[in-house]
Every structure is written in C-alpha cells, then in structure tokens.
C-alpha cells in the first residue's frame, strides 16, 4: 500500500471549514483513499473513501487531485465534537493492508 | 442491536494467566480484525480473518491466539499475558470496498 503523509496538528475556529491534507504520491491506480476519525478512546469511526473523483457525504468532502497524489479532507463546519485524530489511509485491500499511521492531531477551537 | 460490540470493555488480569477478548458483530462481515493501540505506536494489526476458519497473522502476532468458528465471532485470546501485552484493543469488522467498523474497544491492564 502507498505511504500516506499528514501534518502531525491543526487548529481550526469553530464553524469555520477544516482542510485536512494528506499526501499519497506513490498511490496506484487500485488504490482507494480512505479517511477515518479516532475521538479520544473511542474506536476509529469511518469518514469517507474515494478513487477517483470527489466524494460528499453527511459527514465531509473529500478531494482527490487529477494525479491522486494528493487529497484534502473538509469538514464544512467544524464543531468541538469534531476534534479527533483524522488518518488518511491508501489501500487496495481492504482487507490485509489497512495501516494506520500516526495521523492529524485536529483541535477545534471555540 | 446491529453493530460490533467487544466486551469486556475493561479487564485486569495478572502475568501469565491466560485471557479472551471477544468480539461480535451482527452484519455477516467476511473480515475482521483485532488491531492494539499503545501510546507511540497507533494502532497495529494482531491477526485478521477474512473468513470462518480462515485467519492470518498481522504485525504484532506473537503471544496472541485467535479462532473464527463462526462468522460473527472473533475472539482474541492472550495464552499468557505479559505486561507489554497492557493496551487497548480494537475489534472491526468489513465487507468489499466500504472499509472498516471499529468496536468500542477493550481497555486490558496485566499487572
């Protein structure tokens, strides 16, 4: 699976719109980018995934470059609630190869 | 309820006993997983299953047993704890492309 690269922290206002980066310049043309959250002790909670072209859900947005070299997760509004680490995951296997790095430490700010 | 569920959600065991994680999920999920969260490591994956009677070892395998009789089930068994074996861990399961669910976790202590 590609390597996926994040900045270790963020800070975002509350309401306002947090842009999560996450860089996978090695992915292959099979692999899905996969975003997760993990809230403080609780098991990491699925986001969103894509391939190829942008994707929304009730959740956020997720935007793949044209090269899929890069993405960028949006939470549109964030709330406290949203504070978590994000990890961004390339895989083509859903199964065996799912690897969790150390992800975006994502603080909310009131 | 549908869902994953581990349990127990937290666990003191003493060195060398031997202790069952259990995991339950509802969805008839072909894989899962057993994965342990440490301070400075993330999470790493134990063992995964991608089928009833079918399973295979992950990155930290050693010390853990694991068994997949039935689909729904996949307990985690530590044959002879050890303090470095004190973590969370997470249980999830998946089908096709959707990903991974994660359960609540268990908090195991071995003291």
């Known amino acids: 699976d590609a390597k996926t690269t994040q900045p270790t922290s963020m800070d975002c206002a509350e309401g306002r719109a947090a842009n999560l980066p996450c860089n996978h310049s090695?992915?292959?043309?099979?692999?899905?980018v996969y975003w997760y959250r993990q809230i403080h002790s609780q098991g990491p909670q699925y986001i969103i995934h894509?391939?190829?072209n942008n994707e929304t859900n009730e959740m956020a947005s997720l935007i793949i470059t044209e090269d899929r070299k890069s993405s960028t997760l949006i939470l549109p509004h964030a709330t406290l609630r949203d504070t978590a680490v994000y990890y961004c995951?390339?895989?083509?296997?859903?199964?065996?190869?799912?690897?969790f790095g150390p992800g975006t430490r994502l603080s909310v700010l009131p | 309820d549908a869902g994953i569920t581990q349990s127990p959600r937290y666990k003191i065991t003493e060195t060398g006993r031997q202790v069952t994680l259990m995991c339950h999920q509802t969805?008839?999920?072909?894989?899962m997983f057993w994965y342990r969260q440490d301070l400075g490591h993330g999470l790493r994956l134990i063992y995964y299953?991608?089928?009833?009677?079918?399973?295979d070892k992950g990155e930290v395998p050693d010390g853990y047993v694991v068994s997949r009789s039935k689909t729904e089930n996949f307990p985690l068994t530590l044959e002879s704890a050890t303090r470095s074996q004190t973590s969370v861990y997470f249980c999830?399961?998946?089908?096709?492309?959707?990903?991974?669910?994660f359960g609540s976790g268990t908090r195991l202590t071995v003291v």
């Open positions: 999830a399961s998946s089908e096709r492309v959707r990903g991974y669910t």
């Open positions: 969805w008839s999920h072909s894989y």
């Open positions: 299953s991608a089928a009833a009677d079918i399973t």
């Open positions: 894509g391939l190829k």
């Open positions: 090695t992915i292959s043309g099979n692999e899905y």
């Open positions: 995951i390339a895989s083509d296997n859903y199964g065996q190869n799912f690897v």
